[in-house]
């Protein structure tokens, strides 16, 4: 955890909802990935597959090439989506990740479930663990979701769970985290594009949480993009309202209520930070 850089890398993130390309102090994109959709029986499906490579071939490459950087310098992850895949019988993950080197890049890693959670974890002691004795941080993705608890800039606990924002949430039982030894009233970091985006609303809280993922529920596609941009002041923040990414927002949302009202969070902590801030900077550790 101590190594660090001169000169941050680039990374690339392959996540179950998203493709997050990065460089600290430079640049940090985000294009729809949509790996977790449909994902059954550890199996990837076949056109969130071709979603996935058409982001890479139409976006991400062509992005790479106008700011002079080869693919094989890039630090590639992958993180829960391919991880299950990884599992498949028919082998989608490692064909993925064929196709992921057939365009350059080299040697993609795919995150374990501990790494999942102390990278993300070690990105924001970074930045809050000077401040902020004892906290929470929760990584909410399209597969998974993760919760870590730091005390003293150490991490005490971490739990992953295979259940995400493209995940069936209304026939799964949601975790228990008071169950599983985490400890109730601490502050929150909110991690990845749905936290980022919640943690944009004025006045956070757990009221204010159940009240836009329920409002989100009854509206179509237009109607979230609407809402949530007469809510957010951020007009930095219209750009990741996107279609695909609006379609699973609500599931999201829930995924963050449940933590929240199940460890009675005390506050929200903000934080800039994510597992891929942390590999750009120190690039990977083992």
């Not at 058409?54 to 976006?59: F, G, I, R, V």
């Not at 985006?197 to 179509?220: C, H, M, Q, Y």
């Not at 963050?256 to 930070?273: A, H, K």
Request: hydrophobic letters at 40%.
């Amino acid at each position: 955890m101590d190594k660090k850089i001169t000169t941050p890398y680039t990374v690339l993130e392959i996540g179950s909802g998203s493709f997050k390309l990065h460089r600290n102090g430079s640049f940090s994109t985000r294009y729809q990935s949509s790996l977790g959709k449909n994902l059954k029986n550890s199996h990837l499906d076949s056109h969130s597959v071709a979603v996935a490579l058409e982001s890479l071939d139409k976006q991400i490459l062509p992005f790479l090439k106008e700011h002079e950087i080869e693919p094989a310098d890039v630090k590639v992850f992958a993180t829960a989506a391919v991880r299950v895949a990884m599992r498949d019988p028919l082998e989608s993950g490692k064909q993925f990740l064929e196709q992921v080197e057939l365009r350059g890049f080299k040697d993609p890693r795919v995150f374990s479930e501990d790494q999942e959670c102390s990278y993300a974890a070690w990105a924001v002691i970074n930045e809050i663990g000077s401040t902020k004795k004892n906290f929470l941080v929760l990584d909410t993705g399209g597969a998974s979701h993760q919760l870590v608890q730091v005390a003293d800039k150490k991490i005490i606990r971490k739990e992953s769970f295979p259940i995400g924002s493209h995940s069936d949430i209304a026939n799964l039982e949601l975790p228990n985290f008071l169950e599983l030894g985490f400890t109730s009233g601490l502050p929150l970091t909110l991690l990845g594009t749905s936290g980022l985006i919640l943690s944009k609303i004025p006045k956070i809280n757990k009221a204010t949480i159940r009240e836009v993922f329920t409002a989100l529920e009854g509206l179509d596609i237009a109607g979230r993009r609407n809402f949530l941009s007469s809510i957010i002041d951020d007009k930095h923040l219209y750009h990741l309202f996107v279609d695909y990414r609006l379609q699973v927002l609500p599931n999201a949302f829930r995924l963050i209520y449940n933590c929240v009202n199940n460890l009675n969070v005390s506050e929200f902590v903000p934080s800039s930070q994510q597992a891929m801030h942390y590999v750009s900077e120190h690039g990977f550790l083992s």
